[in-house]
């Protein structure tokens, strides 16, 4: 089950919008396909997402903390093997 969430372009102006929060996130490409599911703190893991060009889009959702993004982002990647 994807996020349910619009995908957004990933850069510069999204980055600076993401929350400074953990979260779980999800890389896709511009046809809206899923290539990666990740966690962290979002705001500091789509820099470096935009900054190695890991993704065209991004859609998120937050968690209160790091260990339940961690759960969640594992429940979401079973559905990509």
Do not use: S
């Not at 372009?9 to 779980?24: I, K, M, Q």
């Not at 899923?34 to 065209?56: F, N, Q, W």
Request: cysteine-free.
């Amino acid at each position: 089950m994807p996020l349910r969430k619009p995908w957004r372009e990933l850069d510069r102006e999204t980055v600076a919008r993401a929350p400074d929060r953990p979260g779980v996130y999800e890389l896709g490409d511009d046809d809206g396909t899923v290539r990666a599911i990740e966690h962290g703190v979002l705001r500091d893991d789509l820099k470096t997402a935009l900054a190695y060009g890991d993704g065209e889009r991004v859609r998120w959702t937050e968690t209160h903390t790091l260990d339940r993004a961690r759960e969640l982002a594992a429940e979401h990647r079973e559905r990509l093997e």
